[in-house]
């Protein structure tokens, strides 16, 4: 049993939203055979009580609070120290206080990083103390690609984010023993744009809880009767959520209400922006915060992601599938998980494909009902949390073996 520091941007409990799914699991992983220190942020009031639950957990847990408007008028103090904002959005004193005395006080035998913002805490004990990360996906690409769907100044500074990110990214990536992407095409992503880094990057993939997103017969229809739901799933404060279901309500609903006049489309997610709020119709529902999401899969008539900006693999969708729904996505998305039009995983481009997709399952729920089985097959088959995050392990057990791979400041700043 090993002593390692677990760094997490956000609370990794509960785990309700895509980031923290993956925290949550990987925290729950380690913990099976480690002793974990965590240090974290919590940037929503809600996830305060939640905090005896991690407590009881980790032998020590420190937690540091962020005001999200605040902290992104402090992070532009990075346009003056020419770093990524991100770092400084998730600067803290207390922060790096609490990792120094706790590196003075246990014997630590590597750092687990979760997302690269949080590697400015590891980095000071990297003498000591290997550092290992969990980038999830390619944040500086995502950057990128927000830029062209907002205006400048926004667009600016979406750019800049992208090349500093990458920068720092590859900086991290070149000094710790071991970094992880969630799919192999982030992975291959970041290795074309970091090749000075290929032998120190592997894939680890996303997982689902199928025994907690399982269908029960007597879990109660949230749904009006008579109607068709079609359902989208996420935290809807997130840039490409608020794209998606932005898209689905221009384009996608009024043909698909042409040919099933009672269908309504449902946003579930905590945190609706006000342009998401600004949706809701009489044909439009935006739940905001529910108790339980599983309802609203379970009875949908149909789950869609029709996601234009999003990276690696979607929780929102292995938990549809792992509910029994087959589900209508965009192909990068589908592609990150690998199931067939067969399996559950039915790809659209465009509002008329999407529509096209969304027919079988809308006019013929048996259809709708056995892909929907298929789809759960195949997640139990090919997503299993425990399978995915056993690649760590191997890494863990190593770390004892010094890293002589040591890479010149040039090519890590290349």
């Known amino acids: 049993m090993a002593n390692l520091l677990y760094l997490v941007h956000r609370l990794p409990y509960p785990p309700n939203k895509g980031d923290k799914v993956r925290s949550y699991h990987l925290l729950r992983h380690l913990l099976q055979r480690h002793r974990v220190f965590l240090g974290t942020f919590i940037d929503d009031p809600d996830d305060e009580q939640h905090l005896?639950?991690?407590?009881?957990?980790?032998?020590?847990?420190?937690?540091?609070?962020?005001?999200?408007?605040?902290?992104?008028?402090?992070?532009?103090?990075?346009?003056?120290?020419?770093?990524?904002?991100?770092?400084?959005?998730y600067r803290s004193a207390g922060m790096q206080q609490w990792v120094q005395?706790?590196?003075?006080?246990?014997?630590?035998?590597?750092?687990?990083?979760?997302?690269?913002?949080?590697?400015?805490y590891a980095q000071p004990l990297l003498a000591q103390v290997p550092m290992l990360v969990d980038f999830v996906d390619v944040d500086s690409a995502k950057w990128t690609q927000y830029a062209p769907a907002h205006r400048w100044p926004l667009s600016m500074l979406?750019?800049?984010?992208?090349?500093?990110?990458?920068?720092?990214?590859r900086e991290v990536a070149a000094q710790s023993r071991r970094s992880y992407f969630v799919t192999p095409n982030e992975t291959a992503l970041f290795v074309s744009q970091a090749p000075e880094c290929r032998d120190k990057v592997q894939s680890l993939s996303n997982g689902v809880d199928s025994d907690?997103?399982?269908?029960?017969?007597?879990?109660?229809?949230?749904?009006?009767?008579?109607?068709?739901?079609?359902?989208?799933?996420?935290?809807?404060?997130?840039?490409?959520?608020?794209?998606?279901?932005?898209?689905f309500?221009?384009?996608?609903?009024?043909?698909?209400?042409?040919?099933?006049?009672?269908?309504?489309f449902y946003i579930v997610g905590r945190s609706p922006s006000a342009q998401v709020l600004?949706?809701?119709?009489?044909?439009?529902?935006?739940?905001?915060?529910?108790?339980?999401?599983?309802?609203?899969?379970?009875?949908?008539?149909?789950?869609?992601a029709p996601l234009r900006v999003a990276r690696g693999i979607q929780n929102k969708i292995l938990e549809a599938?792992?509910?029994?729904?087959?589900?209508?996505?965009?192909?990068?998305?589908?592609?990150?998980?690998?199931?067939?039009?067969?399996?559950?995983?039915?790809r659209a481009e465009t509002a008329e494909a999407f529509v096209q997709a969304l027919q079988p399952l809308m006019d013929t729920p048996s259809h709708a009902a056995e892909l929907g089985a298929k789809a759960r097959e195949f997640v139990e088959?090919?997503?299993?949390?425990?399978?995915?995050l056993s690649g760590i392990d191997h890494c863990l057990a190593s770390l004892h073996t010094p890293d002589t791979a040591q890479l010149p400041e040039a090519a890590i700043h290349a």
């Open 52 to 89: 005896p639950t991690l407590k009881a957990l980790c032998p020590d847990l420190h937690v540091e609070r962020i005001q999200p408007r605040s902290a992104k008028i402090k992070s532009l103090s990075g346009l003056l120290s020419g770093e990524a904002l991100s770092l400084a959005y």
């Open 101 to 120: 005395a706790t590196a003075a006080a246990h014997d630590l035998q590597a750092s687990v990083v979760f997302s690269s913002a949080m590697a400015q």
């Open 158 to 169: 979406y750019r800049r984010e992208g090349r500093r990110l990458l920068a720092y990214e």
């Open 212 to 247: 907690f997103f399982a269908p029960d017969p007597q879990r109660p229809d949230p749904f009006p009767e008579g109607e068709q739901a079609v359902v989208f799933t996420g935290a809807m404060d997130y840039w490409p959520n608020i794209d998606g279901v932005s898209w």
């Open 249 to 264: 309500v221009a384009d996608m609903l009024p043909r698909l209400r042409v040919h099933w006049p009672r269908a309504r």
């Open 278 to 304: 600004a949706l809701a119709s009489e044909h439009v529902v935006v739940t905001g915060t529910v108790a339980d999401v599983r309802p609203y899969l379970q009875h949908a008539a149909a789950v869609v």
């Open 321 to 346: 599938m792992a509910m029994r729904q087959a589900v209508v996505t965009v192909n990068s998305c589908a592609d990150a998980i690998g199931a067939s039009a067969d399996q559950g995983l039915l």
């Open 381 to 388: 088959q090919h997503f299993s949390w425990q399978a995915h």
